[in-house]
């Protein structure tokens, strides 16, 4: 299942270039600001689309912003019309455009009660996401929690089973964070059963930066994992490095797609 994005339409445009500093600089409260005082505000106000298009405007006009983007989001929001996904898990929030993306589409499938949750550990960046899901009238649907993504995770594990859910397993988890925890972080959702057997993984910008051992990591088979977990178990202390699940096998797909900016990158899909 592949597909590649070659044209832009002419309605949308490019994001503004990305700079070397992308982001914490005001921006964020610069956009929430942009949207709220919208002179379109009451027709953005309970649209996901014209919320997302507002946010794509102004990182057309005013500053660039580090989201998925139209042209990359829409692979993704293909993939949740086919799998039709109950339960996303993003990490990596931002400003929230993912999840009103993504969120919107889940609801868009018909399937009962779909939950989006996104980690974001910065609180700006986690406050300016709520502000805009509520104006784009998805809070039932998307929820962020605000804090560092380990103990996120620990803490959504040990509320799957509390909750009454009856597993930990997630349908769906989208890496969009620190790109150099990828590997990590999967592996601690391999712990804790949030990946598991049928869940869809995602990971975006696998071309550029690019994340070399994640990459030979999903694509190992059990064999070579197991050989390589085998010396470091029972050795870890600091609980802040995961073995992973080496039982897992998974099959990948690397799905090529536009930056915002017009850049082509890919995003390795793991089923």
Known sequence: MAAVATSTPASQ??????????CND?????????????????AIRNSPEAVLAAIDEFARTKDFLMNVGPHKGTIITDIIATERPASILEIGGYVGYSA???GNAMRNTGVPSPRFTSL???????????ALVEIAGLSDVVDIQEGPCRASLQRLAATGIS?????????????????????????LAEELG??????????????????PMYSEY???????KTEAYKPFVGCLSDGGISLGNPCLVYQTMLLEGLEPTGHMVSSLVVV
């Open 120 to 130: 974001e550990m910065n609180p700006k960046f986690a406050a300016v996401s709520r």
């Open 100 to 102: 009103i993306m993504f």
């Open 13 to 22: 445009g490019f994001y503004k270039p990305e700079e070397n500093v992308f």
């Open 163 to 187: 909750s009454g859910l009856g597993s930990r397993k997630w349908d769906m988890l989208f890496l969009d964070h620190s790109k150099i925890s990828y590997l990590n972080d999967l592996k």
């Open 26 to 42: 005001g921006r964020e409260d610069q956009l929430l600001t942009f949207i709220t005082t919208h002179p379109q505000l009451s």
């Open 218 to 224: 999903v694509r190992a088979g059990t064999e070579s």
């Open 194 to 211: 949030i990946v598991a057997p049928g869940s869809i993984v995602i990971a975006d910008d696998m071309k550029r930066p690019g994340n």
